[in-house]
C-alpha cells in the first residue's frame, strides 16, 4: 500500500490507525527519489535515509535551498554558497522541526531566487516531471518538481514574485505565498527583502493549510513579521465558496496564450457553478507592476548580495551567475545619487499605487480569480537568455508581492498536456478564505489526479 | 585679512545599551576575546535580520530631549551601502532621512551651538592590522552609536571642545553612554573651513577630519588646520574638499580622500525595518523621564553651572541653622532615599546633590548647603 503514501493527510491518518510505520513511509519517498531525481534533478543534498531520526509520527519534507538549515549545506542554488554550512536554523525549518517534519533533503532553485525557469541554478537545470524537455517553473523549481514527482509530501518554497506560484501552477500542485509578514523571513536567504513571501508547495489544499498552520506566526527576530494572530486555516476548508464574490480582473486576461484563456474560462465556470458570484474588476495599476518590481528587487538586490563579498564566504563576486550581476548593476544604477528620485522612488510610488489597486478591489469582493502564468512551461533553454521574456513570465504573479497580498495557486487542468494553475488572490491576512475557496474548487475538479 | 573657523562636529556616541542595537547580543564588549560577542545577525550571515533596540532609541531620544531637540514622530533606517572588511552585511543600517533627533542646542560660553541631527546606527567590526595580514573582531559589530551632527556654527576650538565636553557629561548624566573616550565610547570628527571675518556665507568648500580621538588632539587638529587653510588662502590658492586624518605623532592633518573619490552610499530606506511611530503619549512619557533623571541627577549641566554662579554671586542668609535640628533631617532623608545613598557609597558624587535637594526641600531652603553637605558626608563616612 506504500504507493499511495502521497498526501501529508494520508500518512497522519496511517500514523494513527497504526496502518504503517514512519520508516516504511520514508523509505518508500526514498525509494521514489532514487529511482527517478536521477532523470528530474530536484536535489541539491539528498540526506540519507540511515542518518536521519525518525520518531513514530516524523514526517518527510526537504527545504528550497534558500532556507538556512543548521549543519546541511545551503547554497541558494549559488556557486558562491557551495561550501556554506549555516550553524543556525531558519525560524521556518525550527518550526517545522519541532512539529516532527524531518529534512531529507535540500532543493535545488535559481540562483539567489533569481529566475521564472530554474535554469539560473549555479548547479543545474531541473526537469518539469510532466514533460522532461521543459522547466518545472521557477525560482523554486526543485520544490516544485520534487511534490509533483512524489519525492516528497511538502517542500517549502519562497515567492518574492511569483517563484511559488508560477512553478506550482507548471507541475500541478499546490503552492501558497502567505501575506508579507505572516511567516517569518528569519533565516532565509534574502532576494528581495520588502517582497519576499515564505510559502510551500503540496499536493494538496488541505495538506497546504496543514503546514501553514505550523510556520505562520509572528517571529521575535523579523522586525517585519506580523503580530496580528493567526488563523485555523482548515477549519473552514469545507464550508465551499457559496455566496463569495470572486472578482476577475480584466488586466490579468490580456496576452494570455490561446490554451490558458480556454483554460481559464473553464475554471470561471466551474467557480459559478459551485455557487460563486462572479463579478468583472479592474487594477488599473497592474501595467506598472511589473516594471516597478524590476526596478525595486535588483535595488533590494544590489544591497543584499553585498555581503558576499569574498572575505567570508570563500568565492569572490566573480562568481556570481550572469542574472545575479545583471540585477546587481541595475540595482545599484537605480539607487545611485542622481537615478534614485527618478527610478526607485519612482518605482516605489507605483507600488503604492498597486496597493491601492487591491484595497479598493477588495472593497467589493472577497477574493480575485487569476491565471498564473500567460503561457505554458517554457521549454529548458526557451527564455534563459532572454531576460525580458523571463521577467515578462511574472506579470500575472507580481503585483500581489508588490501588495503584500496573499495568493494560492491551485491545479486548474491542463493545456498541451501540460499543467495550468488558477490563483486565487485575497486581502491581507485571507489565506483562511483563500484555502476555502481552493479547497472547494479542487474538490470539484479533482485536477491534480495522482500523476505519472 | 582676517579669517574666521566655520567648524562642524560629528560626534558618535556609543550607547551603554545591555544588548547590541540589532540582535540579543551582549553590549558590554571592551576587552572581550576577539568574536565572543557575535550571532548570525551582527555576523551578517545570510538570512539573518535586524530587529531594533527599543532602549538605544529611548536613549537616542533623551539624549535629544535634553538637547532641546524636536523628536520626529516617524522615522525609520536606511542602509547605507559600501564594501569594507568589517562591515559584514555589505552596509551599515543607519538613518538618513527622519532621524530620530533634529533641530536641537547647546549653550557654550562661546555662544549657543545649533544642533542639526542626532540619529541611531550600528557600529561596524574592528579591523586590526599586522604586518602581512588583516585580522578581524566582530564583537563591535552592532553595537549602537548616537550620531550627533552640528550646525557648521562653531567658531573655535575653544568653543568645539567645551561643546564636546558638555556632550560627554550630558552622555553621563543621563546614564545614555559610558562616555569613556579612552574606550572609544565617543568619537569625534570635524569639518573646517575659513572664510573672512564678517562674512556670512558658508565657504564654498570644507574639509572633514577624521581620526581624532581626545579633545587634545581635537584642538590640536583645529589649530593646525585653520592654519594650514589660513596659508593657502592668503596665498592666493584654494583648499581643497577632502577627507583628512589627524595625525597625532606628526602634529599634522594628512589626506586620506579627495572629493572625486567619495562613495555614493545609495541610502534607501532599511527594508528589514518597518517605519518607526511614536505617538504623544510615548514623548510624554519620555519627557517625564528625562525631568526625572535630570531632578535625581541633580538638573541638567547649563542650568548647574547657571545655578553655581548664581549662588557664589548673590549673598544668601540662612534662618535654619540648628545643627542637632539639620541632622534630625539629614538622618530621615538617609533612611527615606536607600538607592542615591547607595549610588553614593558606590562613588557617585550626584547623588549627593540630589540628597542635599531633599534637606533643603525639608527646610524649605532655609538650611545652609555648606553645613547640610557635611552633615550628610559624616553621617554616611
Redesign the interface.
Known sequence: MLNNFITLKQILEGYKKKEFTSREVFASFYDKINERDPIIKSFITKLSLEDLTLNDFSMPIAYKDNFSTKGILTTAGSGILKDYIPPFNATVVEKLRNSGFVCIGKLNCDAFAHGTTGENSDFFATKNPYSLERTPGGSSSGSAAAVAAGFVPVATATDTGGSIRLPASFTNTVGIKPTYGRVSRYGIIAMTSSTDSIGHITKTVWDNAFVLNITAGHDPKDATSSCDKTADYLSDIEMGMAGLTIGIPKEYLKGLSGGIKDCFNSSIKTLEKLGAKLVGVSLPHTEYAINAYYIITPSEISSNLARFDGIRFGTTRESFGSEAKRRIMLGTYSLAAGYYDDYYLKAQKARTLVIKDFKRVFEKVDVLAAPVSPGIPPKLGEVVNDPIKMYMMDTLTVPANLAGVPALSVPAGFVNKLPVGIQFIGKNFSEKLLYRVGHAFEQETKYRSPKR | MLYESVIGLEIHIQLNTKSKMFCSCSNDIWKKPPNSLVC?TCL?????????NKEAIKKVQLLGLALNCTLNKNSHFA?K?Y?Y?DL????QITQFSDALCEKGRLETSFGEVAIRRIHLEEDTGKSMYTKDETL?DFNKSGVPLAELVTEPNITSAAQAVEFCKKIRELARLLGVSNADMEKGNIRLELNISLRKEGEKALPNYRVEIKNINSFKFLKNAVAYETKRQEELLKAGKEVLQETRGWSESGKKTVSQRKKEMEN?Y???PE????PLEFDEKYVGMLKQELSQVLFYKDKNISEASFEKSKITKEKITYSMNDENELSKLVKEVIAENPAPVSDYRMGKENALQFLIGCVMKKTKGQSNPKMVLDIIKSLLE
Open positions: 548570525p551578517g550571515l545570510p538570512g539573518a535580520l535586524p530587529v531594533p542602509r551601502n564594501f572588511p559584514p552585511k555589505g552596509y578581524l555614493d545609495r541610502y534607501f527594508p528589514d525595518i518597518p
